[in-house]
């Protein structure tokens, strides 16, 4: 993990004395603290081929009020980082000593990761200016690593085909499909096999899928089962997901029962 002052951190053009802080002990004894911390409004991150924005945020108190403050990079370990914009963090004040602040992230996979084993849960590191810190020493600023986590995941793609269309009443429907997810070293999708897939069903004129039964994708990601035709309707299969890779369901494939 890199060393930086508490002004590169946070991308600011505050002009600070140099303080080395190594991201994965840094913690400096202050009163100002650090609150909530929010990323992705709390959802994981999903990248694919393109570049993706999200937000973090983070609550901070002192008893002087906060500066600046903000989740200055994630981290995975000590060789995966992804930094904030360069934009100054987004404060809006909730008390006297409290403010909550905002940084933008964009990511893109290939350029900013490049290896798709980095995929899972990535930790952040904040940092709080307090108005009374002491812009020679630094003294007052907190930095702290591990202030709070997100997943960030590998996006799947996942397609279905129902047929025949239309089909007889009680006659077979063949749905098959695709999983696939991308690998951040090429930004390419490539099959992703041996992963359990529901197979869900929508009746025509409602909106709501159920589930229909349960499959597994072949080696190469391919998807195939049968089902008895019963009523119009929309048939899909859906990915809940895993530790590295984000859910998907696949678009629904009308079949038209006579």
């Given at each position: 993990?890199?060393?930086?002052?508490?002004?590169?951190?946070?991308?600011?053009?505050?002009?600070?004395?140099a303080?080395?802080?190594?991201?994965?002990?840094?913690?400096?004894?202050?009163?100002?603290?650090?609150?909530?911390?929010?990323?992705?409004?709390?959802?994981?991150?999903?990248?694919?081929?393109?570049?993706?924005?999200?937000?973090?945020?983070?609550?901070?108190?002192?008893?002087?009020?906060?500066?600046?403050?903000?989740?200055?990079?994630?981290?995975?370990?000590t060789?995966?980082?992804?930094?904030?914009?360069?934009?100054?963090?987004?404060?809006?004040?909730?008390?006297?000593?409290?403010?909550?602040?905002?940084?933008?992230?964009?990511?893109n996979?290939?350029?900013?990761?490049g290896?798709?084993?980095?995929?899972?849960?990535?930790?952040?590191?904040?940092?709080?200016?307090?108005?009374?810190?002491?812009?020679?020493?630094?003294?007052?600023?907190?930095?702290?690593?591990?202030?709070?986590?997100?997943k960030?995941?590998?996006?799947?793609?996942?397609?279905?085909?129902?047929?025949?269309?239309?089909?007889?009443?009680?006659?077979?429907?063949?749905?098959?499909?695709?999983?696939?997810?991308?690998?951040w070293?090429?930004?390419?999708?490539?099959g992703?096999?041996?992963?359990?897939?529901?197979?869900?069903?929508?009746?025509?004129?409602?909106?709501?899928?159920?589930?229909?039964?349960?499959?597994?994708?072949?080696?190469?990601?391919?998807?195939?089962?049968?089902?008895?035709?019963?009523?119009?309707?929309?048939?899909?299969?859906?990915?809940?997901g895993?530790?590295?890779?984000?859910?998907?369901?696949?678009?629904g494939?009308?079949?038209?029962?006579?």
């Amino acid at each position: 993990m890199r060393i930086r002052t508490a002004a590169v951190v946070l991308g600011t053009a505050v002009a600070f004395s140099a303080l080395a802080v190594p991201a994965a002990t840094a913690d400096t004894a202050s009163p100002a603290t650090i609150g909530k911390v929010v990323i992705n409004g709390g959802k994981p991150v999903v990248l694919g081929t393109t570049t993706s924005t999200f937000t973090a945020s983070l609550t901070a108190s002192d008893d002087s009020g906060i500066d600046l403050a903000g989740v200055a990079f994630l981290h995975r370990g000590t060789s995966d980082e992804l930094d904030s914009t360069d934009a100054d963090p987004v404060c809006k004040t909730v008390s006297a000593t409290t403010s909550t602040c905002t940084v933008t992230f964009k990511v893109n996979a290939k350029s900013n990761i490049g290896n798709s084993a980095a995929a899972g849960t990535w930790s952040a590191f904040g940092v709080v200016i307090p108005n009374d810190f002491d812009a020679d020493t630094e003294a007052g600023i907190v930095t702290k690593d591990n202030v709070g986590t997100v997943k960030v995941l590998r996006a799947a793609k996942l397609t279905a085909n129902a047929t025949p269309e239309p089909v007889k009443k009680g006659a077979t429907i063949t749905v098959t499909g695709a999983l696939s997810r991308v690998d951040w070293k090429t930004a390419k999708y490539a099959g992703y096999g041996s992963q359990k897939v529901a197979l869900q069903f929508r009746k025509a004129g409602t909106t709501n899928y159920v589930n229909v039964k349960g499959i597994t994708a072949g080696s190469t990601g391919s998807l195939k089962t049968t089902v008895k035709a019963a009523q119009d309707g929309y048939y899909r299969f859906v990915y809940a997901g895993s530790a590295t890779t984000g859910a998907v369901s696949a678009t629904g494939d009308y079949v038209d029962v006579k």
